[in-house]
């Protein structure tokens, strides 16, 4: 069975860091690629990032260029994703997904989900 754990979510203060970590089972991560997503309160969820087996990775939102980065650890079946300056509008809960692609660049949805993890950012 497919399945995908977020982990490494919790309460940090303005200009911190986190790194969530999402570790999937049931399959090998040569034939999906991985996405990370946010929710906040009253939001629609949006796209943070994405990253592909060969390790090709899009960051997608202009609010978080140059502060998260996306990696996996294809021997651990894991994908990371690197927050830094965290900002209180970083506050959602986050999701990592998968779906069967080898590229970022063209799917048409995720088709796995984890069950999300909390990020709170304030002082």
């Known amino acids: 069975q497919l399945q995908l754990v977020e982990s490494g979510g919790g309460l940090v203060q303005p200009g911190g860091s986190l790194r969530l970590s999402c570790a999937v089972s049931?399959?090998?991560?040569?034939?999906?690629?991985i996405g990370w997503l946010r929710q906040a309160p009253g939001k629609e969820r949006v796209k943070i990032s994405c990253i592909a087996y060969s390790g090709s990775s899009t960051i997608y939102p202009d609010s978080v260029k140059g502060r998260f980065t996306i990696s996996r650890d294809n021997a651990k079946n894991t994908v990371y994703l690197q927050m830094n300056s965290l900002k209180p509008e970083d506050t959602a809960i986050y999701y990592c997904a998968a779906t069967p692609s080898s590229t970022c660049s063209r799917y048409r949805q995720y088709d796995y989900w984890g069950q999300g993890t909390q990020v709170t950012v304030s002082s």
């Open positions: 049931g399959f090998t991560l040569d034939r999906y690629i």
